[in-house]
Nanobody
Framework: QVQLVESGGGLVQAGGSLRLSCAAS????????MGWFRQAPGKEREFVAA????????YYSDSVKGRFTISRDNAKNTVDLQMNSLKPEDTAVYYC????????????????WGRGTQVTVSS
């Protein structure tokens, strides 16, 4: 069974940076899109960023484009999210996700999920 474990969340001031990491076990990351979603209090979970199964493409939501960078290491079964120029509206629980379907774009409807890590950005 696929397990995803996130790390790296915390409290940071606006304008600061954090790096989130996700380690996958119980299954290979190779051949599967991986990425990050987030959920703020009172809001639905939303897409943040994804890296394609072969690492050839990355995708970002408009709200984080230019500030966040996703990277993956298939040899280590990891995916990281470097978050710069953080804003208070980035405050949320961040979830790592891996699609259950190979060679297709990451979808929340078919993803395995980690338990999440809290990111809090103070103004």
């Amino acid at each position: 069974q696929v397990q995803l474990v996130e790390s790296g969340g915390g409290l940071v001031q606006a304008g600061g940076s954090l790096r989130l990491s996700c380690a996958a076990s119980g299954g290979t990351a190779r051949g599967y899109d991986m990425g990050w979603f987030r959920q703020a209090p009172g809001k639905e979970r939303e897409f943040v960023a994804a890296a394609s199964w072969n690492g050839g493409s990355t995708y970002y939501s408009d709200s984080v484009k230019g500030r966040f960078t996703i990277s993956r290491d298939n040899a280590k079964n990891t995916v990281d999210l470097q978050m710069n120029s953080l804003k208070p509206e980035d405050t949320a629980v961040y979830y790592c996700a891996r699609d259950s379907r190979p060679y297709v774009r990451l979808s929340s409807r078919s993803a395995y999920w980690g338990r999440g890590t809290q990111v809090t950005v103070s103004s």
